[in-house]
């Protein structure tokens, strides 16, 4: 190909073929096996190095940054009529000794009357040269020093380095390399997962060892689950590889748990620290200082990254050193790390690949690591005995998380609250599982699953909640009647209430209340008082539920609590509903909308709403249900509440069926009941009698194969897209004024 074709298909961001023979001198060595994937880094490799100079290509270790400097060099090749020349750093212990090293690649003769450098220097003088610089990251100043003295000396000379962490130098254009492509979460089919490049990379070199290695529609998602587990990094998925010698790709996977015991036996030829994941990680490790490295088992900790104010609230466990000081597991919380500090150790831990840095939508910065760098760095978390400090200062943390966004979600501006959580709910849930053991876990898990009483119940999370309750709870039993369990025993009780299984909602809230009335802790009595009441409503002791109701009612009005007082609106309402007083019913439901949009409530604005549109269908007005249905589906929708987005579906299924509109109602019920089954949630309206009548017209008046068609299509849609249809749906059904 000529040099006129290169730069064309490089300009079009197309990698061009790599030539079979080459007349450029070159020392480039063949690889052993197949180059497989990378098409775009290829291509943008090359188009950056027609721009630059100085390309460095940074990543993890064992992440291809060696085979796709060789490739792009052999594809760039005759763009260097004077030889593209490969120098290989790795073993190298001297700094003295990079030029010297650098010239015996070239095979240029010494001469001990003149430095290796200068020889350099008079060889790339009058020579348009490629000169490919591997490893450099345990010798980035010496070969800096080489590199700034060559560049400006020789005018014809480009250079590809490759190295964990920059070369810091003037003019270095740097492009990370990352992970492999992996399929998408979820997919299943067998040519969707056979296209990604990491399951090509696993198939491929498994058929070097079983050329009969076929991946068949069972086979495929378990290789895919291996590809992600092991991050899509190439030297990963190449000892994995090796291990199908002994087993099935499904004992494989069973054993990635372990995966630097597994993941052993590289080839002879390797470096040593190719041999094994561990050393490949540990050399990356090895090159930081302590307190980048304390910094980096700090990480460890964390599941699904962490903000920079995250990362600084628990170094300040691990920076300060708190197990030489013995402060491990103290009764207070621990002081967070200078945050600048901080800053500085995260940039050059993602210099030096190991952090990975996300962008969220909303503008957000995390920090993350690589699941195989963070069991690397939670295994030497433990080993150097850090574990206990470190999981204190991280329970402390998702704690102060829940208990300043877990009170918000009530607000209309809940959407930033609810995905601040959201983002941290895999660091919640390993949290509390390490709580035990810690001084002052039992307290902090109570005080954690308490926060999040409304996250739990309106983000689609009850299953998740009851689970991570319920363990509080009996990770505490020792702390006695105090305060934060009762918090968290009304939690279990609101979690047990939403999946109907009553008699734990009422156990649990039984023993809230005593413990309140033996703290004297009014809100606490009232908060119990108001659910025995609704539970007594549901066992049909209409007077014991009034006499609680009432009780709990004035108890907030007293206190001036204008918050729970419009909640509790909406539960008397329900019991006028039961005792047949409807009128009743509509005024307390007013009455409690009012009062929660007065107060800044928008669950309970929303509670309310919806309760009204709820009693006009159960009194056949559906003119009269559409304008509070569709103003419980905006609230619903401010505070990303999927408890009262189900229930607006569900409602609107109603209003479809008055309308005689049957694609309609299958729809909204059909994503009201995929809502519910995601969040573990039960269903609150199928007391509702027209709700059961659209159930039975639908079930009766379409095939199997057109409610599996209309399941099917709900599947594929997001949570947004369906709201937007709900809304626009309403919208042009509401009686005009």
């Known amino acids: ?323 030489a000081r013995g402060d491990v597991g103290g009764s207070d919380p621990i002081e967070a790390a200078d945050e600048f500090e901080v800053l500085d150790c995260l940039g050059r831990l993602v210099d030096s690949s190991l952090v990975v840095l996300r962008k969220g939508e909303d503008g957000s910065t995390r920090y993350d690591l690589l699941e195989t760098v963070r069991e690397f760095a939670f295994e030497q978390l433990t080993t150097l005995g850090e574990f206990e400090a470190v999981a204190a200062a991280h329970l402390d943390h998702v704690r102060a998380i829940s208990a300043e966004s877990g009170p918000k979600l009530l607000q209309a501006d809940a959407g930033p609250s609810k995905r601040a959580i959201d983002r941290e709910v895999e660091n919640i849930v390993v949290a509390l599982s390490r709580a035990d053991g810690l001084p002052r876990g039992p307290l902090v898990s109570l005080q954690t699953v308490a926060a999040l009483r409304l996250y739990w119940v309106n983000g689609g999370r009850v299953g998740l909640g009851a689970r991570l309750t319920h363990e509080a709870l009996e990770r505490s039993a020792g702390l006695g009647p105090i305060w934060s369990r009762a918090m968290a025993l009304q939690t279990a009780a609101t979690l047990a209430f939403y999946q109907r299984r009553f008699d734990e909602a009422r156990t649990a809230m039984e023993e809230a209340l005593a413990i309140s009335r033996s703290l004297d802790k009014w809100h606490g009595v009232a908060v119990g008082l108001s659910m025995l009441g609704t539970l007594a ?31 509790m609106l909406t539960s008397l309402s329900s019991l006028c509903e039961t005792e047949g007083r409807i009128a009743e019913a509509v005024a307390l439901s007013r009455e409690s909308a009012e009062l929660s949009f007065k107060v800044g409530n928008r669950d309970g604005a929303s509670t309310a709403q919806l309760n009204l549109a709820r009693l006009a269908l159960a009194a056949g007005d559906c003119e009269t249900a559409a304008p509070p249905l569709r103003r419980g589906l905006e609230l619903a929708m401010q505070i990303g509440s999927v408890r009262h987005l189900a229930a607006a579906f569900d409602l609107s299924a109603v209003v479809a069926m008055g309308r005689e509109e049957l694609a309609v109602t299958a729809r909204f019920l059909e994503i009201a009941e995929q809502m519910r089954v995601r969040a573990h949630q039960a269903d609150e309206l199928q007391a509702l009698a027209s709700l059961g009548a659209a159930r039975t017209w639908v079930a009766t008046s379409m095939t199997d194969a057109e409610r599996e068609a209309c399941a099917a299509a709900v599947r594929s849609l997001d949570a947004e897209t369906a709201q937007r249809e709900l809304t626009d749906w309403l919208a042009a059904r509401e009686p005009k004024a």
């Open 1 to 323: 190909m000529t040099e006129f074709a290169i730069a064309l298909t490089v300009a079009m961001g197309e990698a061009p073929e790599a030539p079979p023979e080459t007349q450029v001198p070159n020392n480039l060595p063949r690889d052993r096996t197949r180059f497989i994937g990378r098409t775009r880094e290829v291509s943008a490799c090359l188009r950056l190095l027609a721009q630059s100079r100085l390309l460095t290509l940074t990543g993890i270790g064992g992440g291809g940054k060696t085979r796709l400097a060789l490739e792009v060099a052999r594809r760039a090749i005759e763009r260097f009529p004077d030889g593209a020349w490969y120098a290989d750093l790795a073993s190298l212990d001297d700094p003295e000794r990079v030029a010297q090293v650098i010239a015996l690649a070239l095979a240029i003769p010494g001469d001990p009357e003149i430095s290796s450098l200068s020889q350099l220097e008079a060889y790339f003088a009058e020579r348009r040269t490629l000169l490919v610089l591997n490893n450099c990251e345990h010798l980035r100043g010496p070969v800096g020093e080489v590199v700034t003295h060559l560049l400006p000396r020789s005018t014809g000379l480009t250079i590809l380095a490759t190295s964990r962490a920059s070369l810091a130098l003037g003019g270095e254009q740097l492009f990370p390399v990352g992970s492999l492509a992996l399929p998408e979460a979820g997919e299943v089919r067998r040519e969707a997962i056979g296209g990604a490049e990491a399951v090509r990379l696993f198939i491929d070199r498994a058929r070097l060892g079983d050329p009969g290695f076929e991946l068949t529609p069972e086979s495929a998602p378990v290789v895919a689950e291996v590809c992600r587990r092991l991050d899509g990094i190439p030297l990963a998925l190449e000892l994995a590889v090796a291990r199908l010698r002994v087993l099935s790709v499904p004992e494989l996977l069973a054993r990635l748990d372990d995966r630097f015991r597994l993941l052993t036996g590289g080839t002879r030829a390797a470096l040593p620290r190719h041999q094994t994941l561990r050393a490949a990680i540990g050399w990356s490790y090895d090159q930081l200082d302590d307190a980048e490295q304390r910094l980096m088992r700090c990480l460890g900790a964390f599941r699904g990254g962490c903000t920079l104010e995250g990362a600084a609230q628990v170094a300040g466990a691990n920076l300060a050193g708190l197990e």
């Open 537 to 567: 409503e549901l066992d049909g002791d209409l007077t014991r539920a009034r006499a609680y109701l009432t009780e709990a009612t004035e108890l907030f009005r007293s206190h001036g609590d204008d918050m729970r007082l419009a909640s």
